[in-house]
Structures are given as structure tokens and as C-alpha cells.
């Protein structure tokens, strides 16, 4: 009797393992936890000034990473901002993996508002995906303060996409090149403001008693902003050439700015030379989508703006942006990290994509230049088409 209860406790006083373990078999999501850990926080940072904090190891797979961008310090009332203000906070955001290849490079506009917009890899189409909508974000005032979140987004669909974390030697490198307080502001504050820079990862935990990695590991989505060619000239029909690509295609988003820097309407077709950053109604002048000389796309800009419309939420759409998605296969909408794969272009660095303006619009202060940020996905070996996480 005395051994009977002797056994008994030393069965209740085992320690239990922190996290329940699934049985063998199944998907990797089945196996891990998604979890949320900090990186870094910088404060100080004066305008114009860069930071290049190194990351930190987590024990799983980087999903993306989490900044919140805050200016403080400002005093007054009197400080004014451009119409990119507070995304031109940063002049150049540039991620790489361990080796230096290059998954988002571009200016903060782009970065902590187009890629959030069209993405998919962080807010979706009922209004997240405006980073203004979000909970987080902080007006800037006046005085020249404000704050807001995005995410630079690795994953692509549940679990694909992601960077191994664990070992310290082998960690992404992160950089944000500030702009210049005359850049952020139109009008600057009275007192001088510093920009804070706080950055945590979404991450995969290593799965527990099961050998298993995220699909496709190594399998990446790259963001680079890029210049297309020719300028675009007022009222002409012209075809402006993307630079060479490759891998899969599953966002383009195309912007145009006048020689002034700023965003417009202007140069799509049925363009305003009046009011640039308009188009008139009934926009039924056409824009084509020329893939090695097959005209993919050929549509007029009513169904264009619809199309975002349907695919990304009821957003105000950017002056001078427009974003052709293919992650929308099992669904007229971007569906974020729900989706197959199956309709992404398929590209190399032989194919020649163009967009064919008939013509361009009577835009102002020409000619103007167009970027396009790519969402490119170099895949492992073989895409892995279909639903990786089931």
C-alpha cells in the first residue's frame, strides 16, 4: 500500500511538456505555433540618420517582421507635409536574407503603403490592408508627431515563404535610410522631432517531437521597386518596357510621377491635363499588358479600377497607382495568405513584359516615369502549386 501511493505522487509531480505534441504525420502548420517575439528598439534616431540594428535569432522560422515608426519631439504648430507624408518617412527599407539577396528594397511609400495595400501579406481586403484604418495608427499632428505600423511580409501563402531564425550566424539583415526632416515635412515643427524605430517578427516555432520544416524552405517572395523605359510623354501612344524578370509573377503595381516627384493620374490613359490626378468618367480609354509581345491584358481603365476594387477592398486607390494581382485563383479577391499558386506568371529573365499606353493621358510637368514593384517568387526547386498548409 505505502509503494502504491509513493508511485501515485511521483506520477502527478511529473512536469508536463510546455506545448501539446500533435501526432506524426500532416501539414507543418499542424506542428508548429505561430508566435510573436521583439527584435529591436531604437530610439533617437535623428532625421536623415540610418539604422542598420543587427536581428535577433528566434528558435522557429521568420514569418515577417512588425515596425512601428513613431517621430516625437516636435513642438508648434505649424508643420505641414507632402502628400506621400508618413510613409516618405524612410528613403530606402532594404531586406536581405543571410546572403545578401535582396527581398524588399524600396522607399518607405512603397514599402509601408503599397505593399501593405496589395501585398496580401499583411492586412486583407476589408480596410486593413489601409494601414490608416488600423488601430495603431497615430495621425501626425501640427507639432509633427505621429506613429504607424506595417509589416515587411515574407510569407506569401500559410507557412510558404518563410526564413529560418534559429541560428544566429545565418540571420537576415535589415536597413532603414531616413529622409531628411525638409523631405518629411513641407513645413517643418518648431522643435526638432527624432524618429523611434521598433521592430518585432511574426514567427513559426520550431515544431515539437516531429521533424518537419515549413513547405517549399528556402522559397522566397521578392519586393524590389524598379524603373521601366521608356518616359512617359503627354498624349502619345507609347510602350513602356518593365526590366527583366524571372521566377513567378504574382503582383504588379505600377506608379507614375511627374517631374516633380509627385504621384499622378495624369499620364494614364484619359488622363486630365487639367486636374492631373484625375481621370475623366467614363474612363474607356484602353491600357494594355503586353507579355513577350501577347497582349494578356487589354482593358479600359473603368474595368481596371474595378478590378482593384473587387480584388483588394473598398480602398481609396493611390493617384498614379495601379496593382494587377494573380493571387486571386480560387477567388475574384486577394485572399492574402489563402491561395494556390496556380495562377502566378511564370516568367524568366528572357521574358519581356510592357505596358501600352493608347495614349498616354494630357498629364502635366512631363515627361513622366514609371516604377513597378514586383512581387516575385523564386521558388526551391519546383513552385509548390495548391494549398501547402493541408
Same mark, same amino acid.
Given at each position: ?14 512536469? *508536463? ?5 500533435? $501526432? ?41 517582421? &512588425? ?51 496589395? @501585398? ?5 481586403? /476589408? ?8 488601430? @495603431?495608427?497615430?495621425?501626425? #499632428?501640427?507639432?509633427?508627431?505621429? @506613429?504607424? /505600423? ?54 513559426? +516555432? ?12 528556402? $522559397?522566397?517572395? *521578392? ?33 507614375? &510621377? ?25 474612363? $474607356?480609354? &484602353? ?21 482593384? +476594387? ?6 481609396? &486607390? ?9 493571387? /486571386?485563383?480560387? /477567388?475574384?479577391? #486577394? ?56
Amino acid at each position: 500500500m505505502p509503494t502504491a501511493t509513493a508511485t501515485a505522487a511521483q506520477e502527478a509531480g511529473r512536469p *508536463q511538456p510546455q506545448t501539446t505534441i500533435e $501526432t506524426s504525420g500532416g501539414p507543418f502548420i499542424r506542428h508548429s505555433q505561430p508566435g510573436r517575439a521583439p527584435i529591436y528598439n531604437v530610439t533617437g534616431t535623428a532625421f536623415g540618420g540610418i539604422v542598420t540594428q543587427p536581428l535577433v535569432a528566434r528558435p522557429g522560422y521568420f514569418r515577417g517582421f &512588425r515596425v512601428t515608426q513613431a517621430v516625437s519631439g516636435g513642438t508648434g504648430a505649424v508643420a505641414t507635409f507632402p502628400a506621400d507624408t508618413p510613409y516618405n518617412l524612410t528613403a530606402l527599407i532594404q531586406l536581405k536574407d543571410a546572403f545578401g539577396t535582396p527581398l524588399i528594397v524600396a522607399p518607405g511609400y512603397e514599402v509601408a503603403n503599397l505593399l501593405q495595400l496589395y @501585398s496580401g501579406g499583411f492586412g486583407i481586403n /476589408n480596410g486593413t490592408n489601409l494601414i490608416t484604418n488600423l488601430p @495603431s495608427f497615430a495621425a501626425f #499632428s501640427t507639432a509633427g508627431n505621429g @506613429s504607424f /505600423n506595417y509589416m515587411l511580409p515574407l510569407e506569401f501563402a500559410k507557412a510558404y515563404g518563410v526564413l529560418s531564425a534559429a541560428n544566429a550566424s545565418l540571420l537576415p539583415t535589415l536597413q532603414f535610410n531616413y529622409n531628411a526632416a525638409a523631405t518629411f515635412y513641407t513645413v517643418q515643427p518648431t522643435g526638432t522631432p527624432v524618429i523611434q524605430t521598433l521592430v518585432d517578427t511574426d514567427f513559426y +516555432w520550431l515544431p515539437e517531437g516531429v521533424a518537419i520544416e515549413p513547405p517549399g524552405l528556402g $522559397t522566397t517572395r *521578392q519586393w524590389l521597386l524598379q524603373q521601366a523605359n521608356p518616359t512617359i510623354p503627354i498624349s502619345s501612344a507609347v510602350r513602356v518596357q518593365l526590366p527583366r524578370l524571372g521566377g513567378y509573377l504574382d503582383t504588379l503595381i505600377f506608379e507614375i &510621377r511627374d517631374t516633380t516627384g509627385a504621384r499622378t493620374d495624369g499620364y494614364w490613359p484619359g488622363g486630365s491635363g487639367a486636374a492631373p490626378g484625375t481621370i475623366a468618367q467614363p474612363r $474607356t480609354s &484602353r491600357l494594355q499588358i503586353y507579355v513577350d509581345g501577347v497582349p494578356l491584358i487589354d482593358s479600359t481603365m473603368d474595368e481596371i479600377f474595378d478590378d482593384m +476594387w473587387i480584388q483588394y477592398g473598398a480602398v481609396t &486607390r493611390p493617384a498614379g497607382v495601379v496593382a494587377i494581382t494573380r493571387k /486571386n485563383a480560387i /477567388n475574384q479577391q #486577394s485572399l492574402g495568405l489563402l491561395d494556390t499558386g496556380e495562377a502566378f506568371l511564370s516568367t524568366n529573365p528572357a521574358t519581356l513584359i510592357e505596358v501600352n499606353f493608347a495614349p498616354t493621358g494630357a498629364g502635366t510637368s512631363g515627361p513622366a516615369q514609371m516604377s513597378v514593384i514586383v512581387g516575385q517568387v523564386v521558388p526551391t526547386g519546383a513552385l509548390i502549386q495548391g494549398l501547402p498548409e493541408v
